[in-house]
């Protein structure tokens, strides 16, 4: 078992996500840097749809009550076991008794945490990743509990490193979205040569950017959209749908992100840049 002493600012569990309902309205959710959650995952030796913790720019303090190995990814935080200062993409061994606890945050935007065996939480709808209302909890509190999974269900493969690319690389993989026609020959111009600033509007459902491109007058009707769906309003303001969005929306598709490009931009904060890489 691991005891929550502090939750950090925005930390949740999540898996891969849940598929097959998004006919049902119900968000795919899941890890945002899946190559991160996968990768810790890999390194204890889970499968990679294990339950991992989604730490959010400050981490918690977890006070770890039994022994477990445990191997964190994705953004630089400054992880501490009780005095010893630890690096990312590495396996440790925590005692009863030892304290994980982050500091800074140098690089990135979110870690991940995998803990052999996984986390066992509920399975809601196929997943364990939180996303109220769909499950009861939005993300950790101070005094949760959590479980640790079986190690019987580890698996014994090997780990690719985490790219360092992706905390520091500008430049976001996009494809043409259904309604990418639509679009001017100077918004065309402005996605492609553009550098944009992530706002301060930011969060698991959606990134919006702070530059906007010329406007348009196009209608169309409510459409299905997925994580990675970049909109454009009216206005000009560019919508990214991340993995607790929506399943449909009604402004013009303009690029879709490959998962590759989620990851990165899951990594990116408020005021960090980017460019699309349109394919």
């Known amino acids: 078992m691991i005891k929550v002493l502090n939750p950090g600012l925005f930390t949740t569990i999540q898996d891969t996500g849940r598929f097959r309902l998004r006919d049902k309205g119900v968000p795919v959710s899941g890890a945002m840097d899946h190559r991160a959650a996968t990768t810790a995952n890999l390194l204890v030796h889970n499968l990679p749809e294990a339950a991992v913790l989604e730490i959010t720019m400050t981490g918690p303090v977890l006070d770890f009550e039994e022994h477990c190995s445990f191997a964190i990814c994705g953004a ?26 982050f500091g800074r945050l140098q690089k990135g935007y979110r870690a991940y945490l995998a803990v052999a065996g996984g986390f066992d939480t509920d399975i809601v709808l196929g997943s364990r990743s939180w996303y109220f209302p ?10 949760d509990v959590l479980q640790v999974g079986d190690l019987a269900n580890s698996k014994q493969e090997k780990a690719e490193a985490y790219p360092d690319v992706f905390l520091h690389s500008d430049y976001i993989e996009a494809y043409p979205g259904p309604e990418y026609g639509l679009l001017s020959d100077r918004q065309n111009d402005q996605l492609h040569k553009g550098i944009f600033k992530v ?81």
């Open 76 to 101: 630089l935080m400054s992880p501490k076991l009780d005095e010893e200062t630890l690096e990312n993409n590495r396996v440790y061994k925590a005692n009863p008794g030892q304290k994980l606890k």
């Open 199 to 279: 706002s301060n509007e930011n969060n698991r459902m959606a990134y919006q950017l702070h530059e906007k491109i010329f406007r348009h007058e196009h209608s169309m009707l409510t459409s299905a959209t997925l994580p990675g769906t970049v909109q454009l309003t009216p206005d000009g303001r560019i919508i990214i749908l991340m993995k607790d969005a929506q399943t449909t929306g009604g402004y013009p598709r303009i690029l879709q992100l490959s998962d590759r490009g989620i990851a990165m931009l899951s990594q990116k904060k408020a005021g960090d840049q980017l460019i699309f890489a349109i394919k």
């Open 134 to 143: 769909v499950t009861s909890r939005r993300q950790l509190k101070k005094g």
